[in-house]
């Protein structure tokens, strides 16, 4: 899904190398034999895949928590302190991953193989996979993301507008007026999920202007010292909000008058929210490690605990395996997390990557126009040029 990540942790300069592909989940290549002409190779930086990684599990967190927002109060907290900033994470770090888009030719068929012939693809899967198991009715519509499918349009629609992004003067002021004015506006409808995708646009924007040097601000120990009473004073605050707010301003899929508020509380939420999510993920970044540890490995492999998480959330749903008794106690919340945590380490190791490499990382050789891009003139230098 994303990108990043080498043995080591990456100098900035490394960093700045990175691939500009958001989704790639392809390992470094090794350095060609002697003799070939050869081009670098880009490290991947550890403290990027370990962000992903724990981003990814708190999705899976999340949507295992649905169901018993209801019966704990203890867990609606949770929900909505996650629900705060973790796709606005992956919103972010997916705009760093961009930055060096420029709509090249190579740029777009990696979009085109890596985030829109995957959507096209579980989108169909996900519909048959509906049909089976509770919703027989349940009609296919490519203009309608099931689940957490929205993501990969949204993906779609940012990337290829990174280079409009990087032309303004004031890019993250505008995005935040696109959000403002989108959750300000009813009717903007389900198609393509475009009110989450304006909504969370100005994590992607504020992703695209960040810099190596701005990751460092958060790994130093004073920010880890704030991070901790400032995450856990978040879930205080969400504990107090679960019976007096609506915690669907955390899912961005709503206009404020569709949640029941006059237009301008949808101005004010945007900027507020924009400036909790910003603030909470800079804390799970400041507690994100540096180095290789276990988990780093399955950073890369992100894209497939995204995509296959939803089946096994779906049947959890359908076939109400939440009724056991004791469910909603501390134990019972205690399990169903660990047991979300296992499911997406599972979905993110390399064996599941390879199994479902076809699908999400199709490489289409027979689709694209095999003609080489014309190369500019070679400037030849003449004595005493400069």
Not at 146 to 163: D, H, I, K, N
Request: glycine share 6%.
């Amino acid at each position: 899904m994303f990108h990043a990540a080498s043995r080591r942790s990456a100098s900035p300069a490394a960093v700045r190398e990175t691939p500009d592909t958001t989704w790639s989940t392809a390992p470094a290549q090794p350095a060609p034999a002697a003799g070939r002409e050869c081009r670098p190779v880009r490290a991947r930086d550890p403290f990027l895949d370990n962000a992903k990684f724990l981003t990814i599990v708190l999705v899976g967190m999340g949507h295992a928590w649905a169901p018993l927002t209801s019966e704990s109060r203890a867990v609606a907290a949770l929900y909505i302190a996650v629900y705060t900033f973790h796709m606005p994470a992956f919103a972010l770090i997916s705009g760093y991953l961009s930055r060096s888009f420029q709509g090249r030719p190579e740029q777009v068929r990696r979009l085109v193989t890596g985030v829109a012939v995957p959507y096209v693809v579980f989108e169909v899967v996900y519909t048959l996979f509906m049909r089976q198991i509770g919703e027989p009715d349940r009609p296919l519509s490519l203009f309608s993301p099931g689940y957490a499918l929205w993501f990969l349009c949204a993906l779609f629609v940012w990337r290829l507008s990174a280079p409009i992004w990087r032309a303004l003067r004031w890019p993250l002021p505008v995005a935040l007026g696109i959000a403002a004015a989108a959750a300000a506006t009813p009717g903007i409808g389900d198609e393509l999920d475009l009110m989450r995708v304006l909504q969370f646009l100005p994590f992607f924007v504020l992703g695209l202007q960040l810099r190596p040097e701005h990751f460092e601000l958060v790994k130093r120990p004073g920010a880890r010292a704030v991070a901790l009473p400032v995450l856990l004073g978040a879930v205080a605050v969400a504990y107090w909000a679960v019976p007096r707010m609506n915690h669907e301003w955390m899912l961005h899929n709503r206009s404020a008058q569709e949640l029941g508020s006059p237009w301008w509380v949808g101005v004010v939420m945007t900027f507020a929210v924009f400036g909790c999510a910003v603030l909470l993920t800079a804390c799970m970044l400041a507690w994100t490690p540096r180095r290789t540890v276990w988990f780093t490995a399955l950073g890369a492999g992100t894209v497939c605990g995204y995509l296959l998480h939803v089946y096994p959330i779906q049947l959890a749903r359908q076939f109400d395996w939440y009724a056991f008794p004791g469910a909603a106690s501390p134990t019972g919340c205690a399990v169903i997390t660990l047991l979300a945590f296992a499911m997406m380490t599972v979905l993110c190791t390399p064996a599941v990557h390879r199994a479902v490499r076809p699908l999400v990382e199709p490489r289409m050789a027979w689709f694209f126009d095999r003609t080489p891009a014309p190369r500019s003139p070679e400037r030849v230098s003449t004595p005493g040029a400069r």
